[in-house]
């Protein structure tokens, strides 16, 4: 399956930005999907995960209560809602896939090309 990342961009603290991921290759609904994160000098993080029905999320603490993650199996699209964005969420956003949830959180078998996202104090 091949990821598209889209909607990043500066926002300033408190707002709003909206991640898209449009999935191409194979069957979309077939795959679970989810969010990291890679922030300069640091590790990449993993953000948020949906199952394929979207019927599970997960999320990471640090972005819990903020960050809603969604998919639209009809239009093969994942989306990421970040809310009341901090400084500290600035970050290279990548979209990722794998045909289980825990995988996608441990060890993503797909991964998109970033997105940069740049919140400004």
């Known amino acids: 399956v091949q990821l598209q990342a889209s909607g990043g961009g500066v926002v300033q603290a408190g707002g709003s930005l909206r991640l898209s991921c449009a999935a191409s290759g194979r069957t979309f609904s077939a795959y679970d999907m989810g969010w990291f994160r890679q922030a300069p000098g640091k590790d990449r993080e993993f953000i948020a995960a949906?199952?394929?029905?979207?019927?599970?999320?997960l999320y990471a603490d640090s972005v819990k209560g903020r960050f809603i993650i969604s998919r639209d199996n009809a239009k093969n699209t994942v989306y990421l809602q970040m809310n009341s964005l901090k400084p500290e969420d600035t970050a290279v956003y990548y979209c990722?896939?794998?045909?289980?949830?825990?995988?996608?959180?441990?060890?993503?078998?797909?991964w998109g090309q970033g997105t940069q996202v740049t919140v400004s104090s």
């Open positions: 949906i199952s394929w029905s979207g019927g599970s999320t």
């Open positions: 990722v896939a794998s045909h289980h949830i825990t995988v996608v959180v441990a060890k993503p078998d797909y």
